[in-house]
């Protein structure tokens, strides 16, 4: 049966193929057990007398119960989140970084984003007479231009340099922010590391270059780690773990980093969880405020959040199907990352770099002259108009380089990479084939 479009005349495919979101869930990755079993106790304790739930299960939910007003994830939290969880956060992080993390700096939210637009919500004030502005890469996730432009930041532009391995080069910070400089009050710095839609990981002398960027210019450093989780080959840093080895001055910096149930292997993302730790001590009294007016985030995904950081360990009951579920996901991401970069890269006309993690290919694709002559013509960039004619022939989905952003004069596309392999194959030999077919086209 092919897919019909709106005016009931049947398209050349069968089924869209979303590869638009980085939402696995929604592209068939099953949920953690444990997690899901957590929060069903949690909500419904009279399920804990059932033989069948494990028993560490029991206890976590339990332990959650018991910071809860009245034992119910009903109750509001504190509006940082509950103890036991920003607890749980702390004891991950110092693990993680080898540096001490405490909990009166996690403020947990309703996802990432909920915590990102708080803290940009603090650079809102003009600064002698100067407009604020925050210095973001290009490409960039989205909500933090939709973001800046809600709160009336001015948004400064850096490239993220491809032929690098999309790495930040200090030259292009620096002409980002002496141009910003001229007009605006250049408040923060947003990184976003493992790179969303790019994919790279970043560098620890990279990051160094960065931090040091940011200590010169005084600039508060945001750093977006929510895909930490997923990665494949390299070592993940946080910027936390680099500034406190770097010594003084660097490790007394001012930080915001965050980090999302909704990524890595949980990708728990319509269930809403996330946090930031939030290192400023000047501006944490003024945060904590803030976050109080907005009550508390969601309870049962605080559950989710607790579950992430501390997960089953060896002997616990919950273990062997924990590691199984968790080697599955981590496979799944493996190979598709060496896939994609692998077929883009044998199209003529496509430029992709390696995959470091994230769950996204953000592939450079050449187009003819004579198709962004018609893309003119339709009031389209070419690569919208790639994009367009790509799902209009073949059912796939995919996000044009506009709108992340990109190098003037260069076009790619953003595609999701987590499908089940066969809906992943048929992807990847829909782009291949079409892409063949456009080149005949318009060359
Ligand atoms: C780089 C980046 N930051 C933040 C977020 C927001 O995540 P959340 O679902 O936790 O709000 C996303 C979501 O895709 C993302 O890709």
């Given at each position: 049966m092919?897919?019909?479009?709106?005016?009931?005349?049947?398209?050349?495919?069968?089924?869209?193929?979303?590869?638009?979101?980085?939402?696995?869930?929604?592209?068939?990755?099953?949920?953690?057990?444990?997690?899901?079993?957590?929060?069903a106790l949690a909500a419904c304790p009279a399920l804990a007398s059932s033989a069948a739930v494990p028993e560490d299960v029991r206890q976590r939910a339990q332990e959650i119960?018991?910071?809860?007003?009245?034992?119910?994830?009903?109750?509001?939290?504190?509006?940082?989140?509950?103890?036991?969880?920003?607890?749980r956060v702390a004891q991950f992080l110092s693990a993680r970084d080898g540096v001490r993390a405490c909990a009166d700096d996690i403020y947990l939210g309703s996802g990432a984003s909920d915590v990102i637009k708080a803290v940009l919500t603090?650079?809102?004030?003009?600064?002698?007479?100067?407009?604020?502005?925050?210095?973001?890469?290009i490409p960039q996730y989205p909500l933090f231009s939709g973001t800046l432009a809600e709160l009336g930041l001015r948004q400064a532009e850096y490239f993220l340099a491809e032929e690098q391995q999309w790495a930040l080069d200090v030259d292009e910070l620096q002409r980002c922010w002496s141009r910003a400089s001229q007009d605006c009050a250049v408040r923060a710095l947003v990184v976003i590391n493992p790179g969303n839609p790019t994919g790279q990981v970043l560098t620890r002398e990279n990051m160094e270059q960065i931090v040091k960027f940011a200590y010169e210019?005084?600039?508060?450093?945001?750093?977006?780690?929510?895909?930490?989780e997923n990665i494949v080959s390299k070592p993940f840093f946080s910027f936390k773990k680099v500034m406190h080895e770097m010594g003084a001055p660097y490790s007394s910096m001012e930080l915001a980093s965050f980090v999302t149930c909704s990524k890595g292997w949980a990708a728990e993302c319509g269930q809403r969880a996330g946090f930031v730790e939030l290192r400023a001590a000047a501006a944490a009294p003024a945060f904590r405020v803030a976050r109080a007016v907005m009550q508390c985030p969601n309870v049962l995904g605080q559950c989710i959040l607790d579950c992430v950081m501390q997960r089953p360990a060896p002997g616990d009951p919950s273990y062997p199907q924990f590691?199984?579920?968790?080697?599955?996901?981590?496979?799944?991401?493996?190979?598709?990352?060496?896939?994609?970069?692998?077929?883009?890269?044998?199209?003529?006309?496509?430029?992709?770099n390696p995959i470091d993690g994230s769950m996204f290919a953000y592939p450079r694709v050449s187009i003819p002259e004579a198709a962004q002559a018609a893309a003119r013509e339709l009031h389209m960039s070419p690569d919208e108009f790639y994009c367009l004619r790509l799902l209009e022939e073949t059912g796939v989905c995919v996000?044009?380089?506009?709108?992340?952003?990109?190098?003037?004069?260069?076009?790619?596309?953003?595609?999701?990479?987590?499908?089940?392999?066969?809906?992943?194959?048929?992807?990847?030999?829909?782009?291949?084939?079409?892409?063949?077919?456009f080149l005949q086209r318009y060359s």
């Open positions: 092919r897919e019909l479009g709106c005016d009931g005349v049947p398209k050349p495919f069968e089924r869209v193929v979303r590869a638009n979101i980085g939402d696995c869930h929604a592209l068939g990755q099953k949920p953690i057990t444990f997690i899901r079993q957590v929060q119960l018991d910071d809860c007003t009245k034992s119910s994830v009903g109750a509001y939290s504190p509006s940082a989140g509950l103890q036991v969880v920003r607890a603090m650079f809102v004030q003009d600064v002698d007479g100067k407009p604020p502005a925050v210095m973001i890469p210019h005084n600039l508060f450093l945001l750093a977006d780690e929510v895909y930490q590691a199984q579920e968790l080697s599955d996901i981590r496979q799944v991401l493996a190979e598709r990352t060496q896939t994609a970069y692998e077929t883009f890269n044998s199209i003529p006309g496509y430029f992709c996000i044009p380089g506009t709108g992340f952003g990109q190098l003037p004069g260069t076009f790619h596309f953003r595609t999701t990479i987590l499908h089940p392999r066969d809906e992943f194959q048929h992807m990847m030999d829909s782009i291949r084939r079409f892409h063949h077919d």
